[in-house]
């Protein structure tokens, strides 16, 4: 496989430079040489290549009875939006508790070439009453430790899986919302809930959470991973964390960084997601934070609901959207067009467009990769490129998404950047922002 015309993510920028994909390595190719008789070659002229990208946080719904998403379609959804890997959540139907139900997903996600890295939940059936048993889980290959979609509220569990998260070499990841606080809440509480005369969940229900899990995990030591974070109390906190050696990695989502509650006036569930979009004040801090590397990666908490739950109403319908496939776009656009981003400059400078970039790819495909390999030791099978466009516009369509479910905040709406191509090992993907089925499947 030969990557031709593009400019190279090398770590820190970008460097005009042609590569050379094979199954179980890459390099990069001098400016004489030419692609050998036979050899694919992938088209980058004008356009940014970089590692694939990786995401900790995403929501297969498989098992499940719902109809809302299928192991083929997340993986399809993944591979448009240019990602490699992705680390599958627990909160299943029945819920991956056991060692059975996690080597028989482990085994179903095998076959494609997207890797799919199952998630076990902490608590037996993510009630939060009882452990689950992390050795005989990790023993079977379990790595991720999680009960997104609830709070782990007994502090005396949370410090008993962190110690055993230091112990095992597993991560832990904690979905921070105190659940008294936010109780009946559907948006975010301020100025539009009020507006709008609806239940809201306050910031400060996030940041007691992080502030008892950083407290916990300075006195354990273990590996806490803080999930979708999007309050101001919690920028507070990782700051304050950072700069007292406290251990911990933290996430924000594209959505978070890109849109703000104002979205809701409409009633449009699609913008209903937990932890909820914040103030345009907070959205902005968001950002600034991100840029400070506060966050260590971008997640994109896809969470696929079908049609007829989503249309029920604001106080009825479930949290969350899918994010897959326009994870790329949604912080390109944050990064460079929001307010926060060029300031309200029309024309945008190509070095900031660049710099922007190269923030992506550490926070979207270098960080979460790091992250895994150095607490878990698990690292993508295979080298995995993806090629992006980030100054093209367009805006999305229902048609254009894959997923099963079609609950994207962005339908309609104009956003910066495109996915191209997506080449892992030697399987090609994604060409010219197309699928290519033969890829799907993995050949290996």
């Known amino acids: 496989m030969w990557i031709r015309g593009g400019k190279l993510f090398d770590g ?38 970089g590692p694939a990208f990786v995401d900790l946080h995403t929501h297969s719904r498989t098992p499940g009875k719902d109809g809302s998403e299928t192991a083929d379609t997340l993986v399809r959804a993944a591979a448009l939006g240019g990602y490699c890997f992705m680390v599958a959540m627990a909160n ?25 890295l199952q998630a076990a939940s902490v608590t037996k059936r993510r009630e939060g009453n009882e452990l689950v048993d992390m050795v005989s889980l990790h023993e079977a290959g379990a790595v991720f430790f ?16 962190l110690e055993y998260s230091r112990r095992l070499g597993v991560i832990v990841a904690e979905h921070a919302q105190d659940e008294r606080l936010s109780y009946g809440g559907v948006m975010n509480e301020g100025e539009i809930s009020s507006e709008l005369g609806v239940s809201g969940i306050p910031e400060d229900a996030e940041s007691v959470v992080v502030a008892r899990d950083l407290e916990l995990n300075r006195v354990v030591k273990g590996n806490l991973h803080l999930m979708h974070l999007s309050s101001l109390g919690s920028i507070e906190l990782l700051r304050h964390a950072r700069s007292a050696g406290i251990p911990f990695s933290s996430e924000v989502t594209p959505h978070h ?8 006036r409409e009633f449009n569930t699609n913008y209903k997601v937990n932890p909820p979009l914040r103030s345009e004040q907070t959205r902005r801090a968001l ?44 912080t390109i656009s944050a990064l460079v067009d929001s307010e926060e981003g060029d300031m309200g400059n029309t024309e945008v400078d190509t070095s900031f467009i660049e710099e922007s970039l190269a923030l992506i790819f550490r926070k979207m495909a270098v960080a979460p990769q790091r992250i895994l390999e150095s607490v878990t030791g698990v690292k993508a099978k295979v080298p995995a490129y993806v090629v992006v466009d980030p100054s093209s516009k367009s805006s999305l369509q229902e048609s254009d998404l894959v997923s099963m479910s079609k609950n994207s905040p962005y339908i309609g709406r104009e956003l910066r950047g495109s996915v191209a191509s997506l080449v892992i090992g030697e399987n090609v993907l994604v060409d010219e922002g197309r699928l290519v089925e033969e890829g799907i499947i993995n050949a290996r």
């Open 12 to 49: 820190e920028g970008f460097k005009e430079s042609d590569l050379a994909v094979s199954q179980d390595r890459i390099r990069k190719v001098g400016d004489q040489e030419t692609p050998p008789l036979g050899t694919r070659v992938i088209d980058a002229g004008g356009r940014y290549v």
């Open 92 to 116: 299943t139907d029945p819920v991956v508790d056991s060692v059975d139900l996690y080597k028989d997903l482990t085994r179903s996600f095998a076959r494609y070439s997207v890797e799919v």
């Open 146 to 161: 999680s009960d997104d979609g609830d709070v782990i509220s007994d502090a005396r569990l949370m410090k008993k899986a």
């Open 257 to 264: 960084l890109l849109l703000n509650d104002s979205e809701l």
């Open 287 to 330: 950002l600034r934070a991100f840029r400070a590397d506060l966050f260590d990666v971008v997640g994109t908490d896809h969470a696929p609901h079908a049609r007829h739950l989503k249309e029920r109403s604001i106080r009825e319908a479930p949290f969350g959207l899918i994010g897959l496939q326009s994870a790329f776009s949604a």
